[in-house]
């Protein structure tokens, strides 16, 4: 981040601070906001485009950027299977999903029952 970004963000808790007090009015830390969120929007931008300018000279800076993007996976939930035990183990909760995916898709199975607690 540069120093301008970083005075921004500083300033804007400031005047976060001076709202709660009452010593500065609504509108006027709202304009701040936008004017740090505008900053931060063309700081990120920049940063794409020269890590996707300098891809080919710096692919790990780029893969550690993308990685740095994607979301936790969450863990699936207790699941009932057909007989209605509870399925607790990842590979019977595999089973179970793709035996109601696969149901859904072929004409020859019933429909089936998908239940999640």
Request: hydrophobic content about 45%.
């Amino acid at each position: 981040m540069s120093k301008e970004l970083l005075a921004k963000i500083k300033w804007k808790k400031k005047v976060h601070g001076m709202w709660k007090e009452g010593q500065v009015t609504w509108e006027e830390y709202k304009n701040v906001v936008k004017a740090c969120r505008e900053a931060m929007r063309k700081t990120k931008a920049c940063l794409e485009i020269n890590l996707a300018r300098d891809v080919k000279d710096n692919k790990k800076g780029f893969f550690k950027y993308i990685s740095s993007k994607w979301k936790t996976r969450e863990n699936v939930g207790l699941l009932l299977n057909e007989v209605g035990a509870l399925v607790m183990e990842d590979s019977e909760k595999a089973v179970s999903v793709n035996a109601a995916l696969a149901s859904v898709f072929s004409a020859m199975a019933g429909p089936q029952v998908f239940q999640s607690l």
